[in-house]
C-alpha cells in the first residue's frame, strides 16, 4: 500500500492489536476486568487494524466493539507522528459517548 498523502482519521469497528500498551489501562481494568486477561494473552484486537494503525499513521483513530471509553496515544517513531486513540461507549444514559474533540486534540497524552 502506497499512500501519496497521511490521513489525519482512520475508522474501525474493532481496536487495534496492541493499542493498550500505549496507555494506562487502570480505568479501563476498573470497569472492564475481563480486558486484563484478554490483554495479557494477547487476544484483545485485530492485528489487521493494528497494521493499518502502524503502516497509515493517523493523527487520529476512532473504535468501537468494545463499548467503553478509552484512550491511547501511539507514538509511531521517537520524536515523529503521533496518533491519537480514541473510542467511547454506548450511547446510553449514564455511559460516556461524547467527547469534546478540541479538548482531545491539544492533549498529549490520555486522560483519566
Not at 35 to 57: N, S, V, Y
Not at 76 to 100: W, Y
Amino acid at each position: 500500500m502506497h499512500l501519496e498523502e497521511l490521513i489525519d482519521i482512520f475508522l474501525s469497528h474493532d481496536w487495534p492489536f496492541g493499542i493498550a500498551d500505549y496507555a494506562n489501562c487502570n480505568n479501563l481494568f476498573a470497569t472492564k476486568k475481563p480486558f486484563k486477561d484478554e490483554i495479557q494473552q494477547g487476544t484483545l484486537g485485530c492485528k489487521p487494524a493494528a497494521q493499518l494503525l502502524e503502516k497509515l499513521k493517523p493523527s487520529y483513530c476512532f473504535s468501537a466493539q468494545l463499548h467503553c471509553k478509552f484512550t491511547a496515544v501511539v507514538e509511531h517513531e521517537e520524536g515523529g507522528r503521533v496518533t491519537k486513540f480514541l473510542t467511547l461507549d454506548n450511547c446510553l444514559p449514564g455511559h460516556k459517548f461524547l467527547q469534546d474533540l478540541m479538548r482531545f486534540n491539544t492533549m498529549k497524552i490520555g486522560w483519566q
